[in-house]
């Protein structure tokens, strides 16, 4: 249990396009899911915070505007990298947890804007 | 203010030898403590968690750490290392909703 999906798993767009990555939770109701980037060889930067039915909470120094996080079901949370530029590029990965459980991670996307 | 430090950014340990992985953490009341695991390209697995009760956490892979909390402490360990373990290892503190990572230590398994 608790398998977590993300779609696309890799996405090249051009310059100035949008992105929109899915994440969800397959098997539980997430409460809350979390959006994460991650740069070649560390850690993963929380970027964002969303609760079903309410706006995100960002992270300090993430843009909400280029960034929008919709989560509008207990299992279906979206990512969109909007009017994408080349130092988008990353690997994005989301997170699904129930109340107080434990973070489990989707398989991650990886953006590259050309 | 919670964080966790993985003194180690690499380690290489041959294969069938023992592993024991570092995590220290801070953290204001009793922690809830994670050990994740990634493959190059891959999200996150879980391999075990430490919410309350027995110290020594018993996880897959035949993974085991073990929460110490006078040393602030909670390493992983294996017995005998699998050149399928080589990979980035992240040590977690922190309740689901205010997670806090480390830098990961990256696992070498040489032949």
């Known amino acids: 249990g608790a398998v977590v999906s993300q779609h696309p798993s890799r996405v090249i767009c051009k310059s100035g396009t949008s992105v929109k990555i899915e994440c969800r939770s397959l098997d539980f109701q997430a409460t809350t899911m979390f959006w994460y980037r991650q740069f070649p060889k560390q850690s993963l930067m929380l970027m964002a915070t969303?609760?079903?039915?309410?706006?995100?909470?960002?992270e300090q120094g993430v843009e909400k505007d280029k960034f929008l996080i919709n989560h509008a079901s207990l299992t279906l949370s979206t990512l969109t990298v909007t009017s994408a530029h080349p130092e988008d590029s990353s690997f994005y990965i989301c997170?699904?947890?129930?109340?107080?459980?434990?973070?489990?991670f989707g398989p991650g996307t990886r953006l590259l804007v050309l | 203010a919670q964080s966790v430090t993985q003194p180690d950014i690499h380690i290489t340990v041959s294969e069938g030898a023992s592993l024991e992985l570092r995590c220290n953490y801070s953290?204001?009341?009793?922690?809830?403590l994670f050990w994740y695991v990634q493959s190059p390209g891959q999200g996150l697995q879980l391999l075990l968690k430490y919410f309350s009760g027995d110290t020594l956490v018993q996880g897959i892979k035949g993974f085991e750490a073990e929460f110490k909390r006078s040393q602030s402490s909670f390493n992983l360990r294996k017995p005998s290392v699998h050149w399928s373990d080589a990979a980035e290892y992240f040590c977690a503190v922190g309740a689901a909703n205010d997670m806090r990572f480390g830098a990961g230590t990256r696992l070498t398994v040489k032949p």
């Open positions: 953290y204001g009341a009793t922690p809830y």
């Open positions: 997170s699904a947890s129930r109340i107080q459980e434990t973070q489990y």
């Open positions: 969303s609760n079903e039915g309410s706006k995100a909470t960002y």
